[in-house]
């Protein structure tokens, strides 16, 4: 079998009196997305920050692609991108031209890569506008399209689209539900359980740092004998 994209066994992280994950375990196999679904303070940007080698483990084992996070934590950079909830871009700079600052950093043709992520960003001429006058739509659109036009192995995406409305949710949903290839994976971070339906192969359900489901959604609504995956997560907090 192919090795798994992430590992993540047994992981512990405490951030002073607070005891943020409690033992979380899970995989995510190429190809596949994956999404961790929770409440705020689940800790589900404890875990995919910690994935993304910018917080400590603190107890258990982390890999990305068989690297550990912390003993090869530059293997695991050259093998993902991360987009964090709250990113930003560069107020002066055009949609393009941030397209093209980011493309600098990667290997590969940056023309290509540039034009890659215009066509995922899909903002038509807006693209040449200054990135201050983008809607958050419009921003989170340039973001995603900056963070996959570089073809990473793994996308970690943090409520890709939190405070979006219906059109640019369904937008970003789209760009990544077409991302995946046979060996490209993707671990999003969500409490919208309607989204993970749609988008994900399996997922985490998180509360209080532990998983207390996990699988297909379908099957995850079906063991609760639930309506749908909110109604099954009540049900395995209860
Ligand atoms: N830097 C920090 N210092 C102290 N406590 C923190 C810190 N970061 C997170 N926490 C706590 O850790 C727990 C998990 O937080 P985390 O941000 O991982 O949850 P989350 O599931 O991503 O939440 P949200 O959906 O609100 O973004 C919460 O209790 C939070 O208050």
Do not use: W
């Not at 992280?13 to 994956?34: H, M």
């Not at 890569?113 to 038509?124: F, Q, S």
């Not at 809607?135 to 970690?156: F, N, Q, V, Y």
């Not at 989204?195 to 209080?208: A, K, S």
Request: aromatic share 6%; charged share 30%; glycine share 8%.
């Amino acid at each position: 079998m192919a090795e798994p994209a992430v590992t993540v066994s047994a992981l512990e992280k405490r951030y002073g009196d607070v005891q943020a994950l409690r033992g979380v375990s899970f995989t995510v196999e190429p190809g596949e997305i994956y999404g961790l679904v929770g409440p705020n303070g689940a800790g589900k940007t404890t875990t995919l920050r910690t994935l993304s080698t910018l917080l400590t483990v603190g107890d258990g084992d982390v890999t990305v692609f068989g690297a550990d996070v912390e003993a090869e934590p530059n293997e695991v950079r050259k093998r993902i991108r991360y987009l964090p909830e709250d990113a930003g871009s560069y107020d002066n700079l055009s949609g393009r031209q941030y397209l093209e600052f980011v493309a600098d950093f990667y290997d590969g043709d940056p023309d290509a890569t540039v034009e890659r992520g215009v066509e995922i960003a899909d903002l038509a001429d807006r693209i040449e506008s200054k990135t201050s006058e983008y809607s958050k739509g419009m921003t989170r659109k340039l973001l995603l399209a900056s963070t996959i036009m570089t073809e990473p192995d793994l996308a970690i995406l943090d409520e890709p689209t939190s405070g979006l409305d219906v059109e640019n949710a369904r937008a970003i949903r789209d760009i990544i539900k077409d991302f995946p290839g046979a060996n490209r994976s993707v671990l999003l971070s969500s409490h919208n359980m309607l989204e993970v339906q749609y988008l994900c192969d399996r997922i985490g359900l998180l509360n209080e740092g532990e998983i207390v489901a996990e699988g297909p959604p379908e099957e995850i609504i079906e063991r609760y004998d639930a309506e749908n995956l909110e109604e099954a997560f009540l049900e395995a907090v209860a």
